[in-house]
């Protein structure tokens, strides 16, 4: 069975300050990982996907990602946070033999 | 968005009415999926097809059927709607030699 955690349902930081969204998963098999963003009375698009690859995955405006096995997590990271990245984020796992499983979702709050 | 639109955008009905739900792609993908959206629960699957004919139920799948007669359409029909299925409800579609889901912009339904 796969599932993920995020930790925080609401997250606030200041403009320009770090942004760092919790993603925990867990999976019997190696995961594949995707982080989507949900902008008001929109539906999801894909941030970024960790696919095997790389640790460390670079996504669309700025965002990035690290997985790491021994922790099982795969955190969302940009290092100067803009208001335009005020949305709600959602991280997914996958097999690829399966269906893919959403977390809660964090809603991501910019402070001027 | 990419391909994958909904209908209808809004849709308010009475307790104890069939609604349908329209999905249409126009991306020739083999999987459809129909997830409902609400607050702290994230996104939860309800039904999804893997071909013309061939779906299967989610993890929420009481009180909604679907079809799929066309690999373009999947329709969604709440048989006698509750106010319990007052959600957001998006579509989905996936492709085998992709990896991650492209969703449609959502169908904000509301039971009375």
């Known amino acids: 069975a796969q599932s993920v955690t995020q930790l925080g349902s609401h997250v606030s930081v200041s403009e320009g300050a770090l942004v760092l969204l919790r993603c925990n998963y867990s999976?019997?098999?190696?995961?594949?990982l995707f982080w989507y963003v949900q902008y008001p009375n929109q539906g999801l698009q894909l941030l970024l996907k960790?696919?095997?690859?790389?640790?460390l995955v670079k996504g669309i405006n700025g965002f990035e990602a690290e997985f790491k096995k021994s922790e099982t997590s795969f955190h969302l990271t940009k290092p100067s946070a803009h208001m335009s990245d005020a949305a709600e984020y959602f991280c997914?796992?996958?097999?690829?033999?399966?269906?893919?499983?959403f977390g809660q979702g964090t809603r991501l709050h910019i402070l001027p | 968005d990419a391909g994958i639109t909904q209908s209808p955008r809004h849709k308010v009905t009475e307790t104890g009415t069939p609604v349908t739900l329209r999905c249409h792609q126009t991306?020739?993908?083999?999987?459809m999926y129909w997830y409902r959206q609400d607050p702290g629960h994230g996104l939860r699957l309800i039904h999804y097809?893997?071909?013309?004919?061939?779906?299967d139920k989610g993890e929420v799948s009481d009180g909604y059927s679907v079809s799929r007669s066309k690999t373009e359409d999947f329709l969604l029909t709440l048989e006698s709607a509750t106010s319990s299925q007052t959600s957001v409800y998006f579509c989905?579609?996936?492709?085998?030699?992709?990896?991650?889901?492209?969703f449609g912009s959502g169908t904000r339904l509301t039971v009375v």
């Open positions: 097809s893997y071909g013309v004919k061939d779906t």
């Open positions: 997914a796992v996958t097999n690829r033999d399966d269906n893919i499983f």
């Open positions: 989905a579609i996936s492709d085998p030699n992709s990896d991650g889901y492209t």
């Open positions: 991306e020739n993908h083999r999987y």
């Open positions: 960790y696919t095997s690859a790389a640790t």
């Open positions: 999976s019997s098999v190696p995961p594949y």
